[in-house]
Nanobody, 122 residues
Framework: QVQLVESGGGLVQAGGSLRLSCEASGRTLSSYRMGWFRQAPGKEREFVARISRSGDTTDYADSVKGRFAISRDNAKNTVYLQMNSLKPEDTAVYYC???????????????WGQGTQVTVSS
């Protein structure tokens, strides 16, 4: 089982940027396809972005396409989420997750980090 720890969240003004990191331990990250999800208060957890094992394939939710970029450095066992042009509606707890599948469903992911809070002020 892989353990995941997110970092990089914080408070930012609308239009600003943040880069989230997700560091893995316990198993090599290159064994897994990785995803980022987010959950706002009172809402269900939703898919944000995913990346293939090698990093050559990525996919995004329509709401973040063109603003967010997922990447990975398997040598560092780390996945990143670069978030630009942030909006107040991006405010949520952001989670990284690992899967052997290629899916946008949270239920397909078997390992989760503890989450990092992102707050975007207007």
């Amino acid at each position: 089982q892989v353990q995941l720890v997110e970092s990089g969240g914080g408070l930012v003004q609308a239009g600003g940027s943040l880069r989230l990191s997700c560091e893995a331990s316990g198993r090599t990250l290159s064994s897994y396809r990785m995803g980022w999800f987010r959950q706002a208060p009172g809402k269900e957890r939703e898919f944000v972005a995913r990346i293939s094992r090698s990093g050559d394939t990525t996919d995004y939710a329509d709401s973040v396409k063109g603003r967010f970029a997922i990447s990975r450095d398997n040598a560092k066992n780390t996945v990143y989420l670069q978030m630009n042009s942030l909006k107040p509606e991006d405010t949520a707890v952001y989670y990284c997750a690992a899967t052997i599948n290629w899916s946008v469903a949270p239920t397909a992911y078997h390992s989760w980090g503890q989450g990092t809070q992102v707050t975007v002020s207007s």
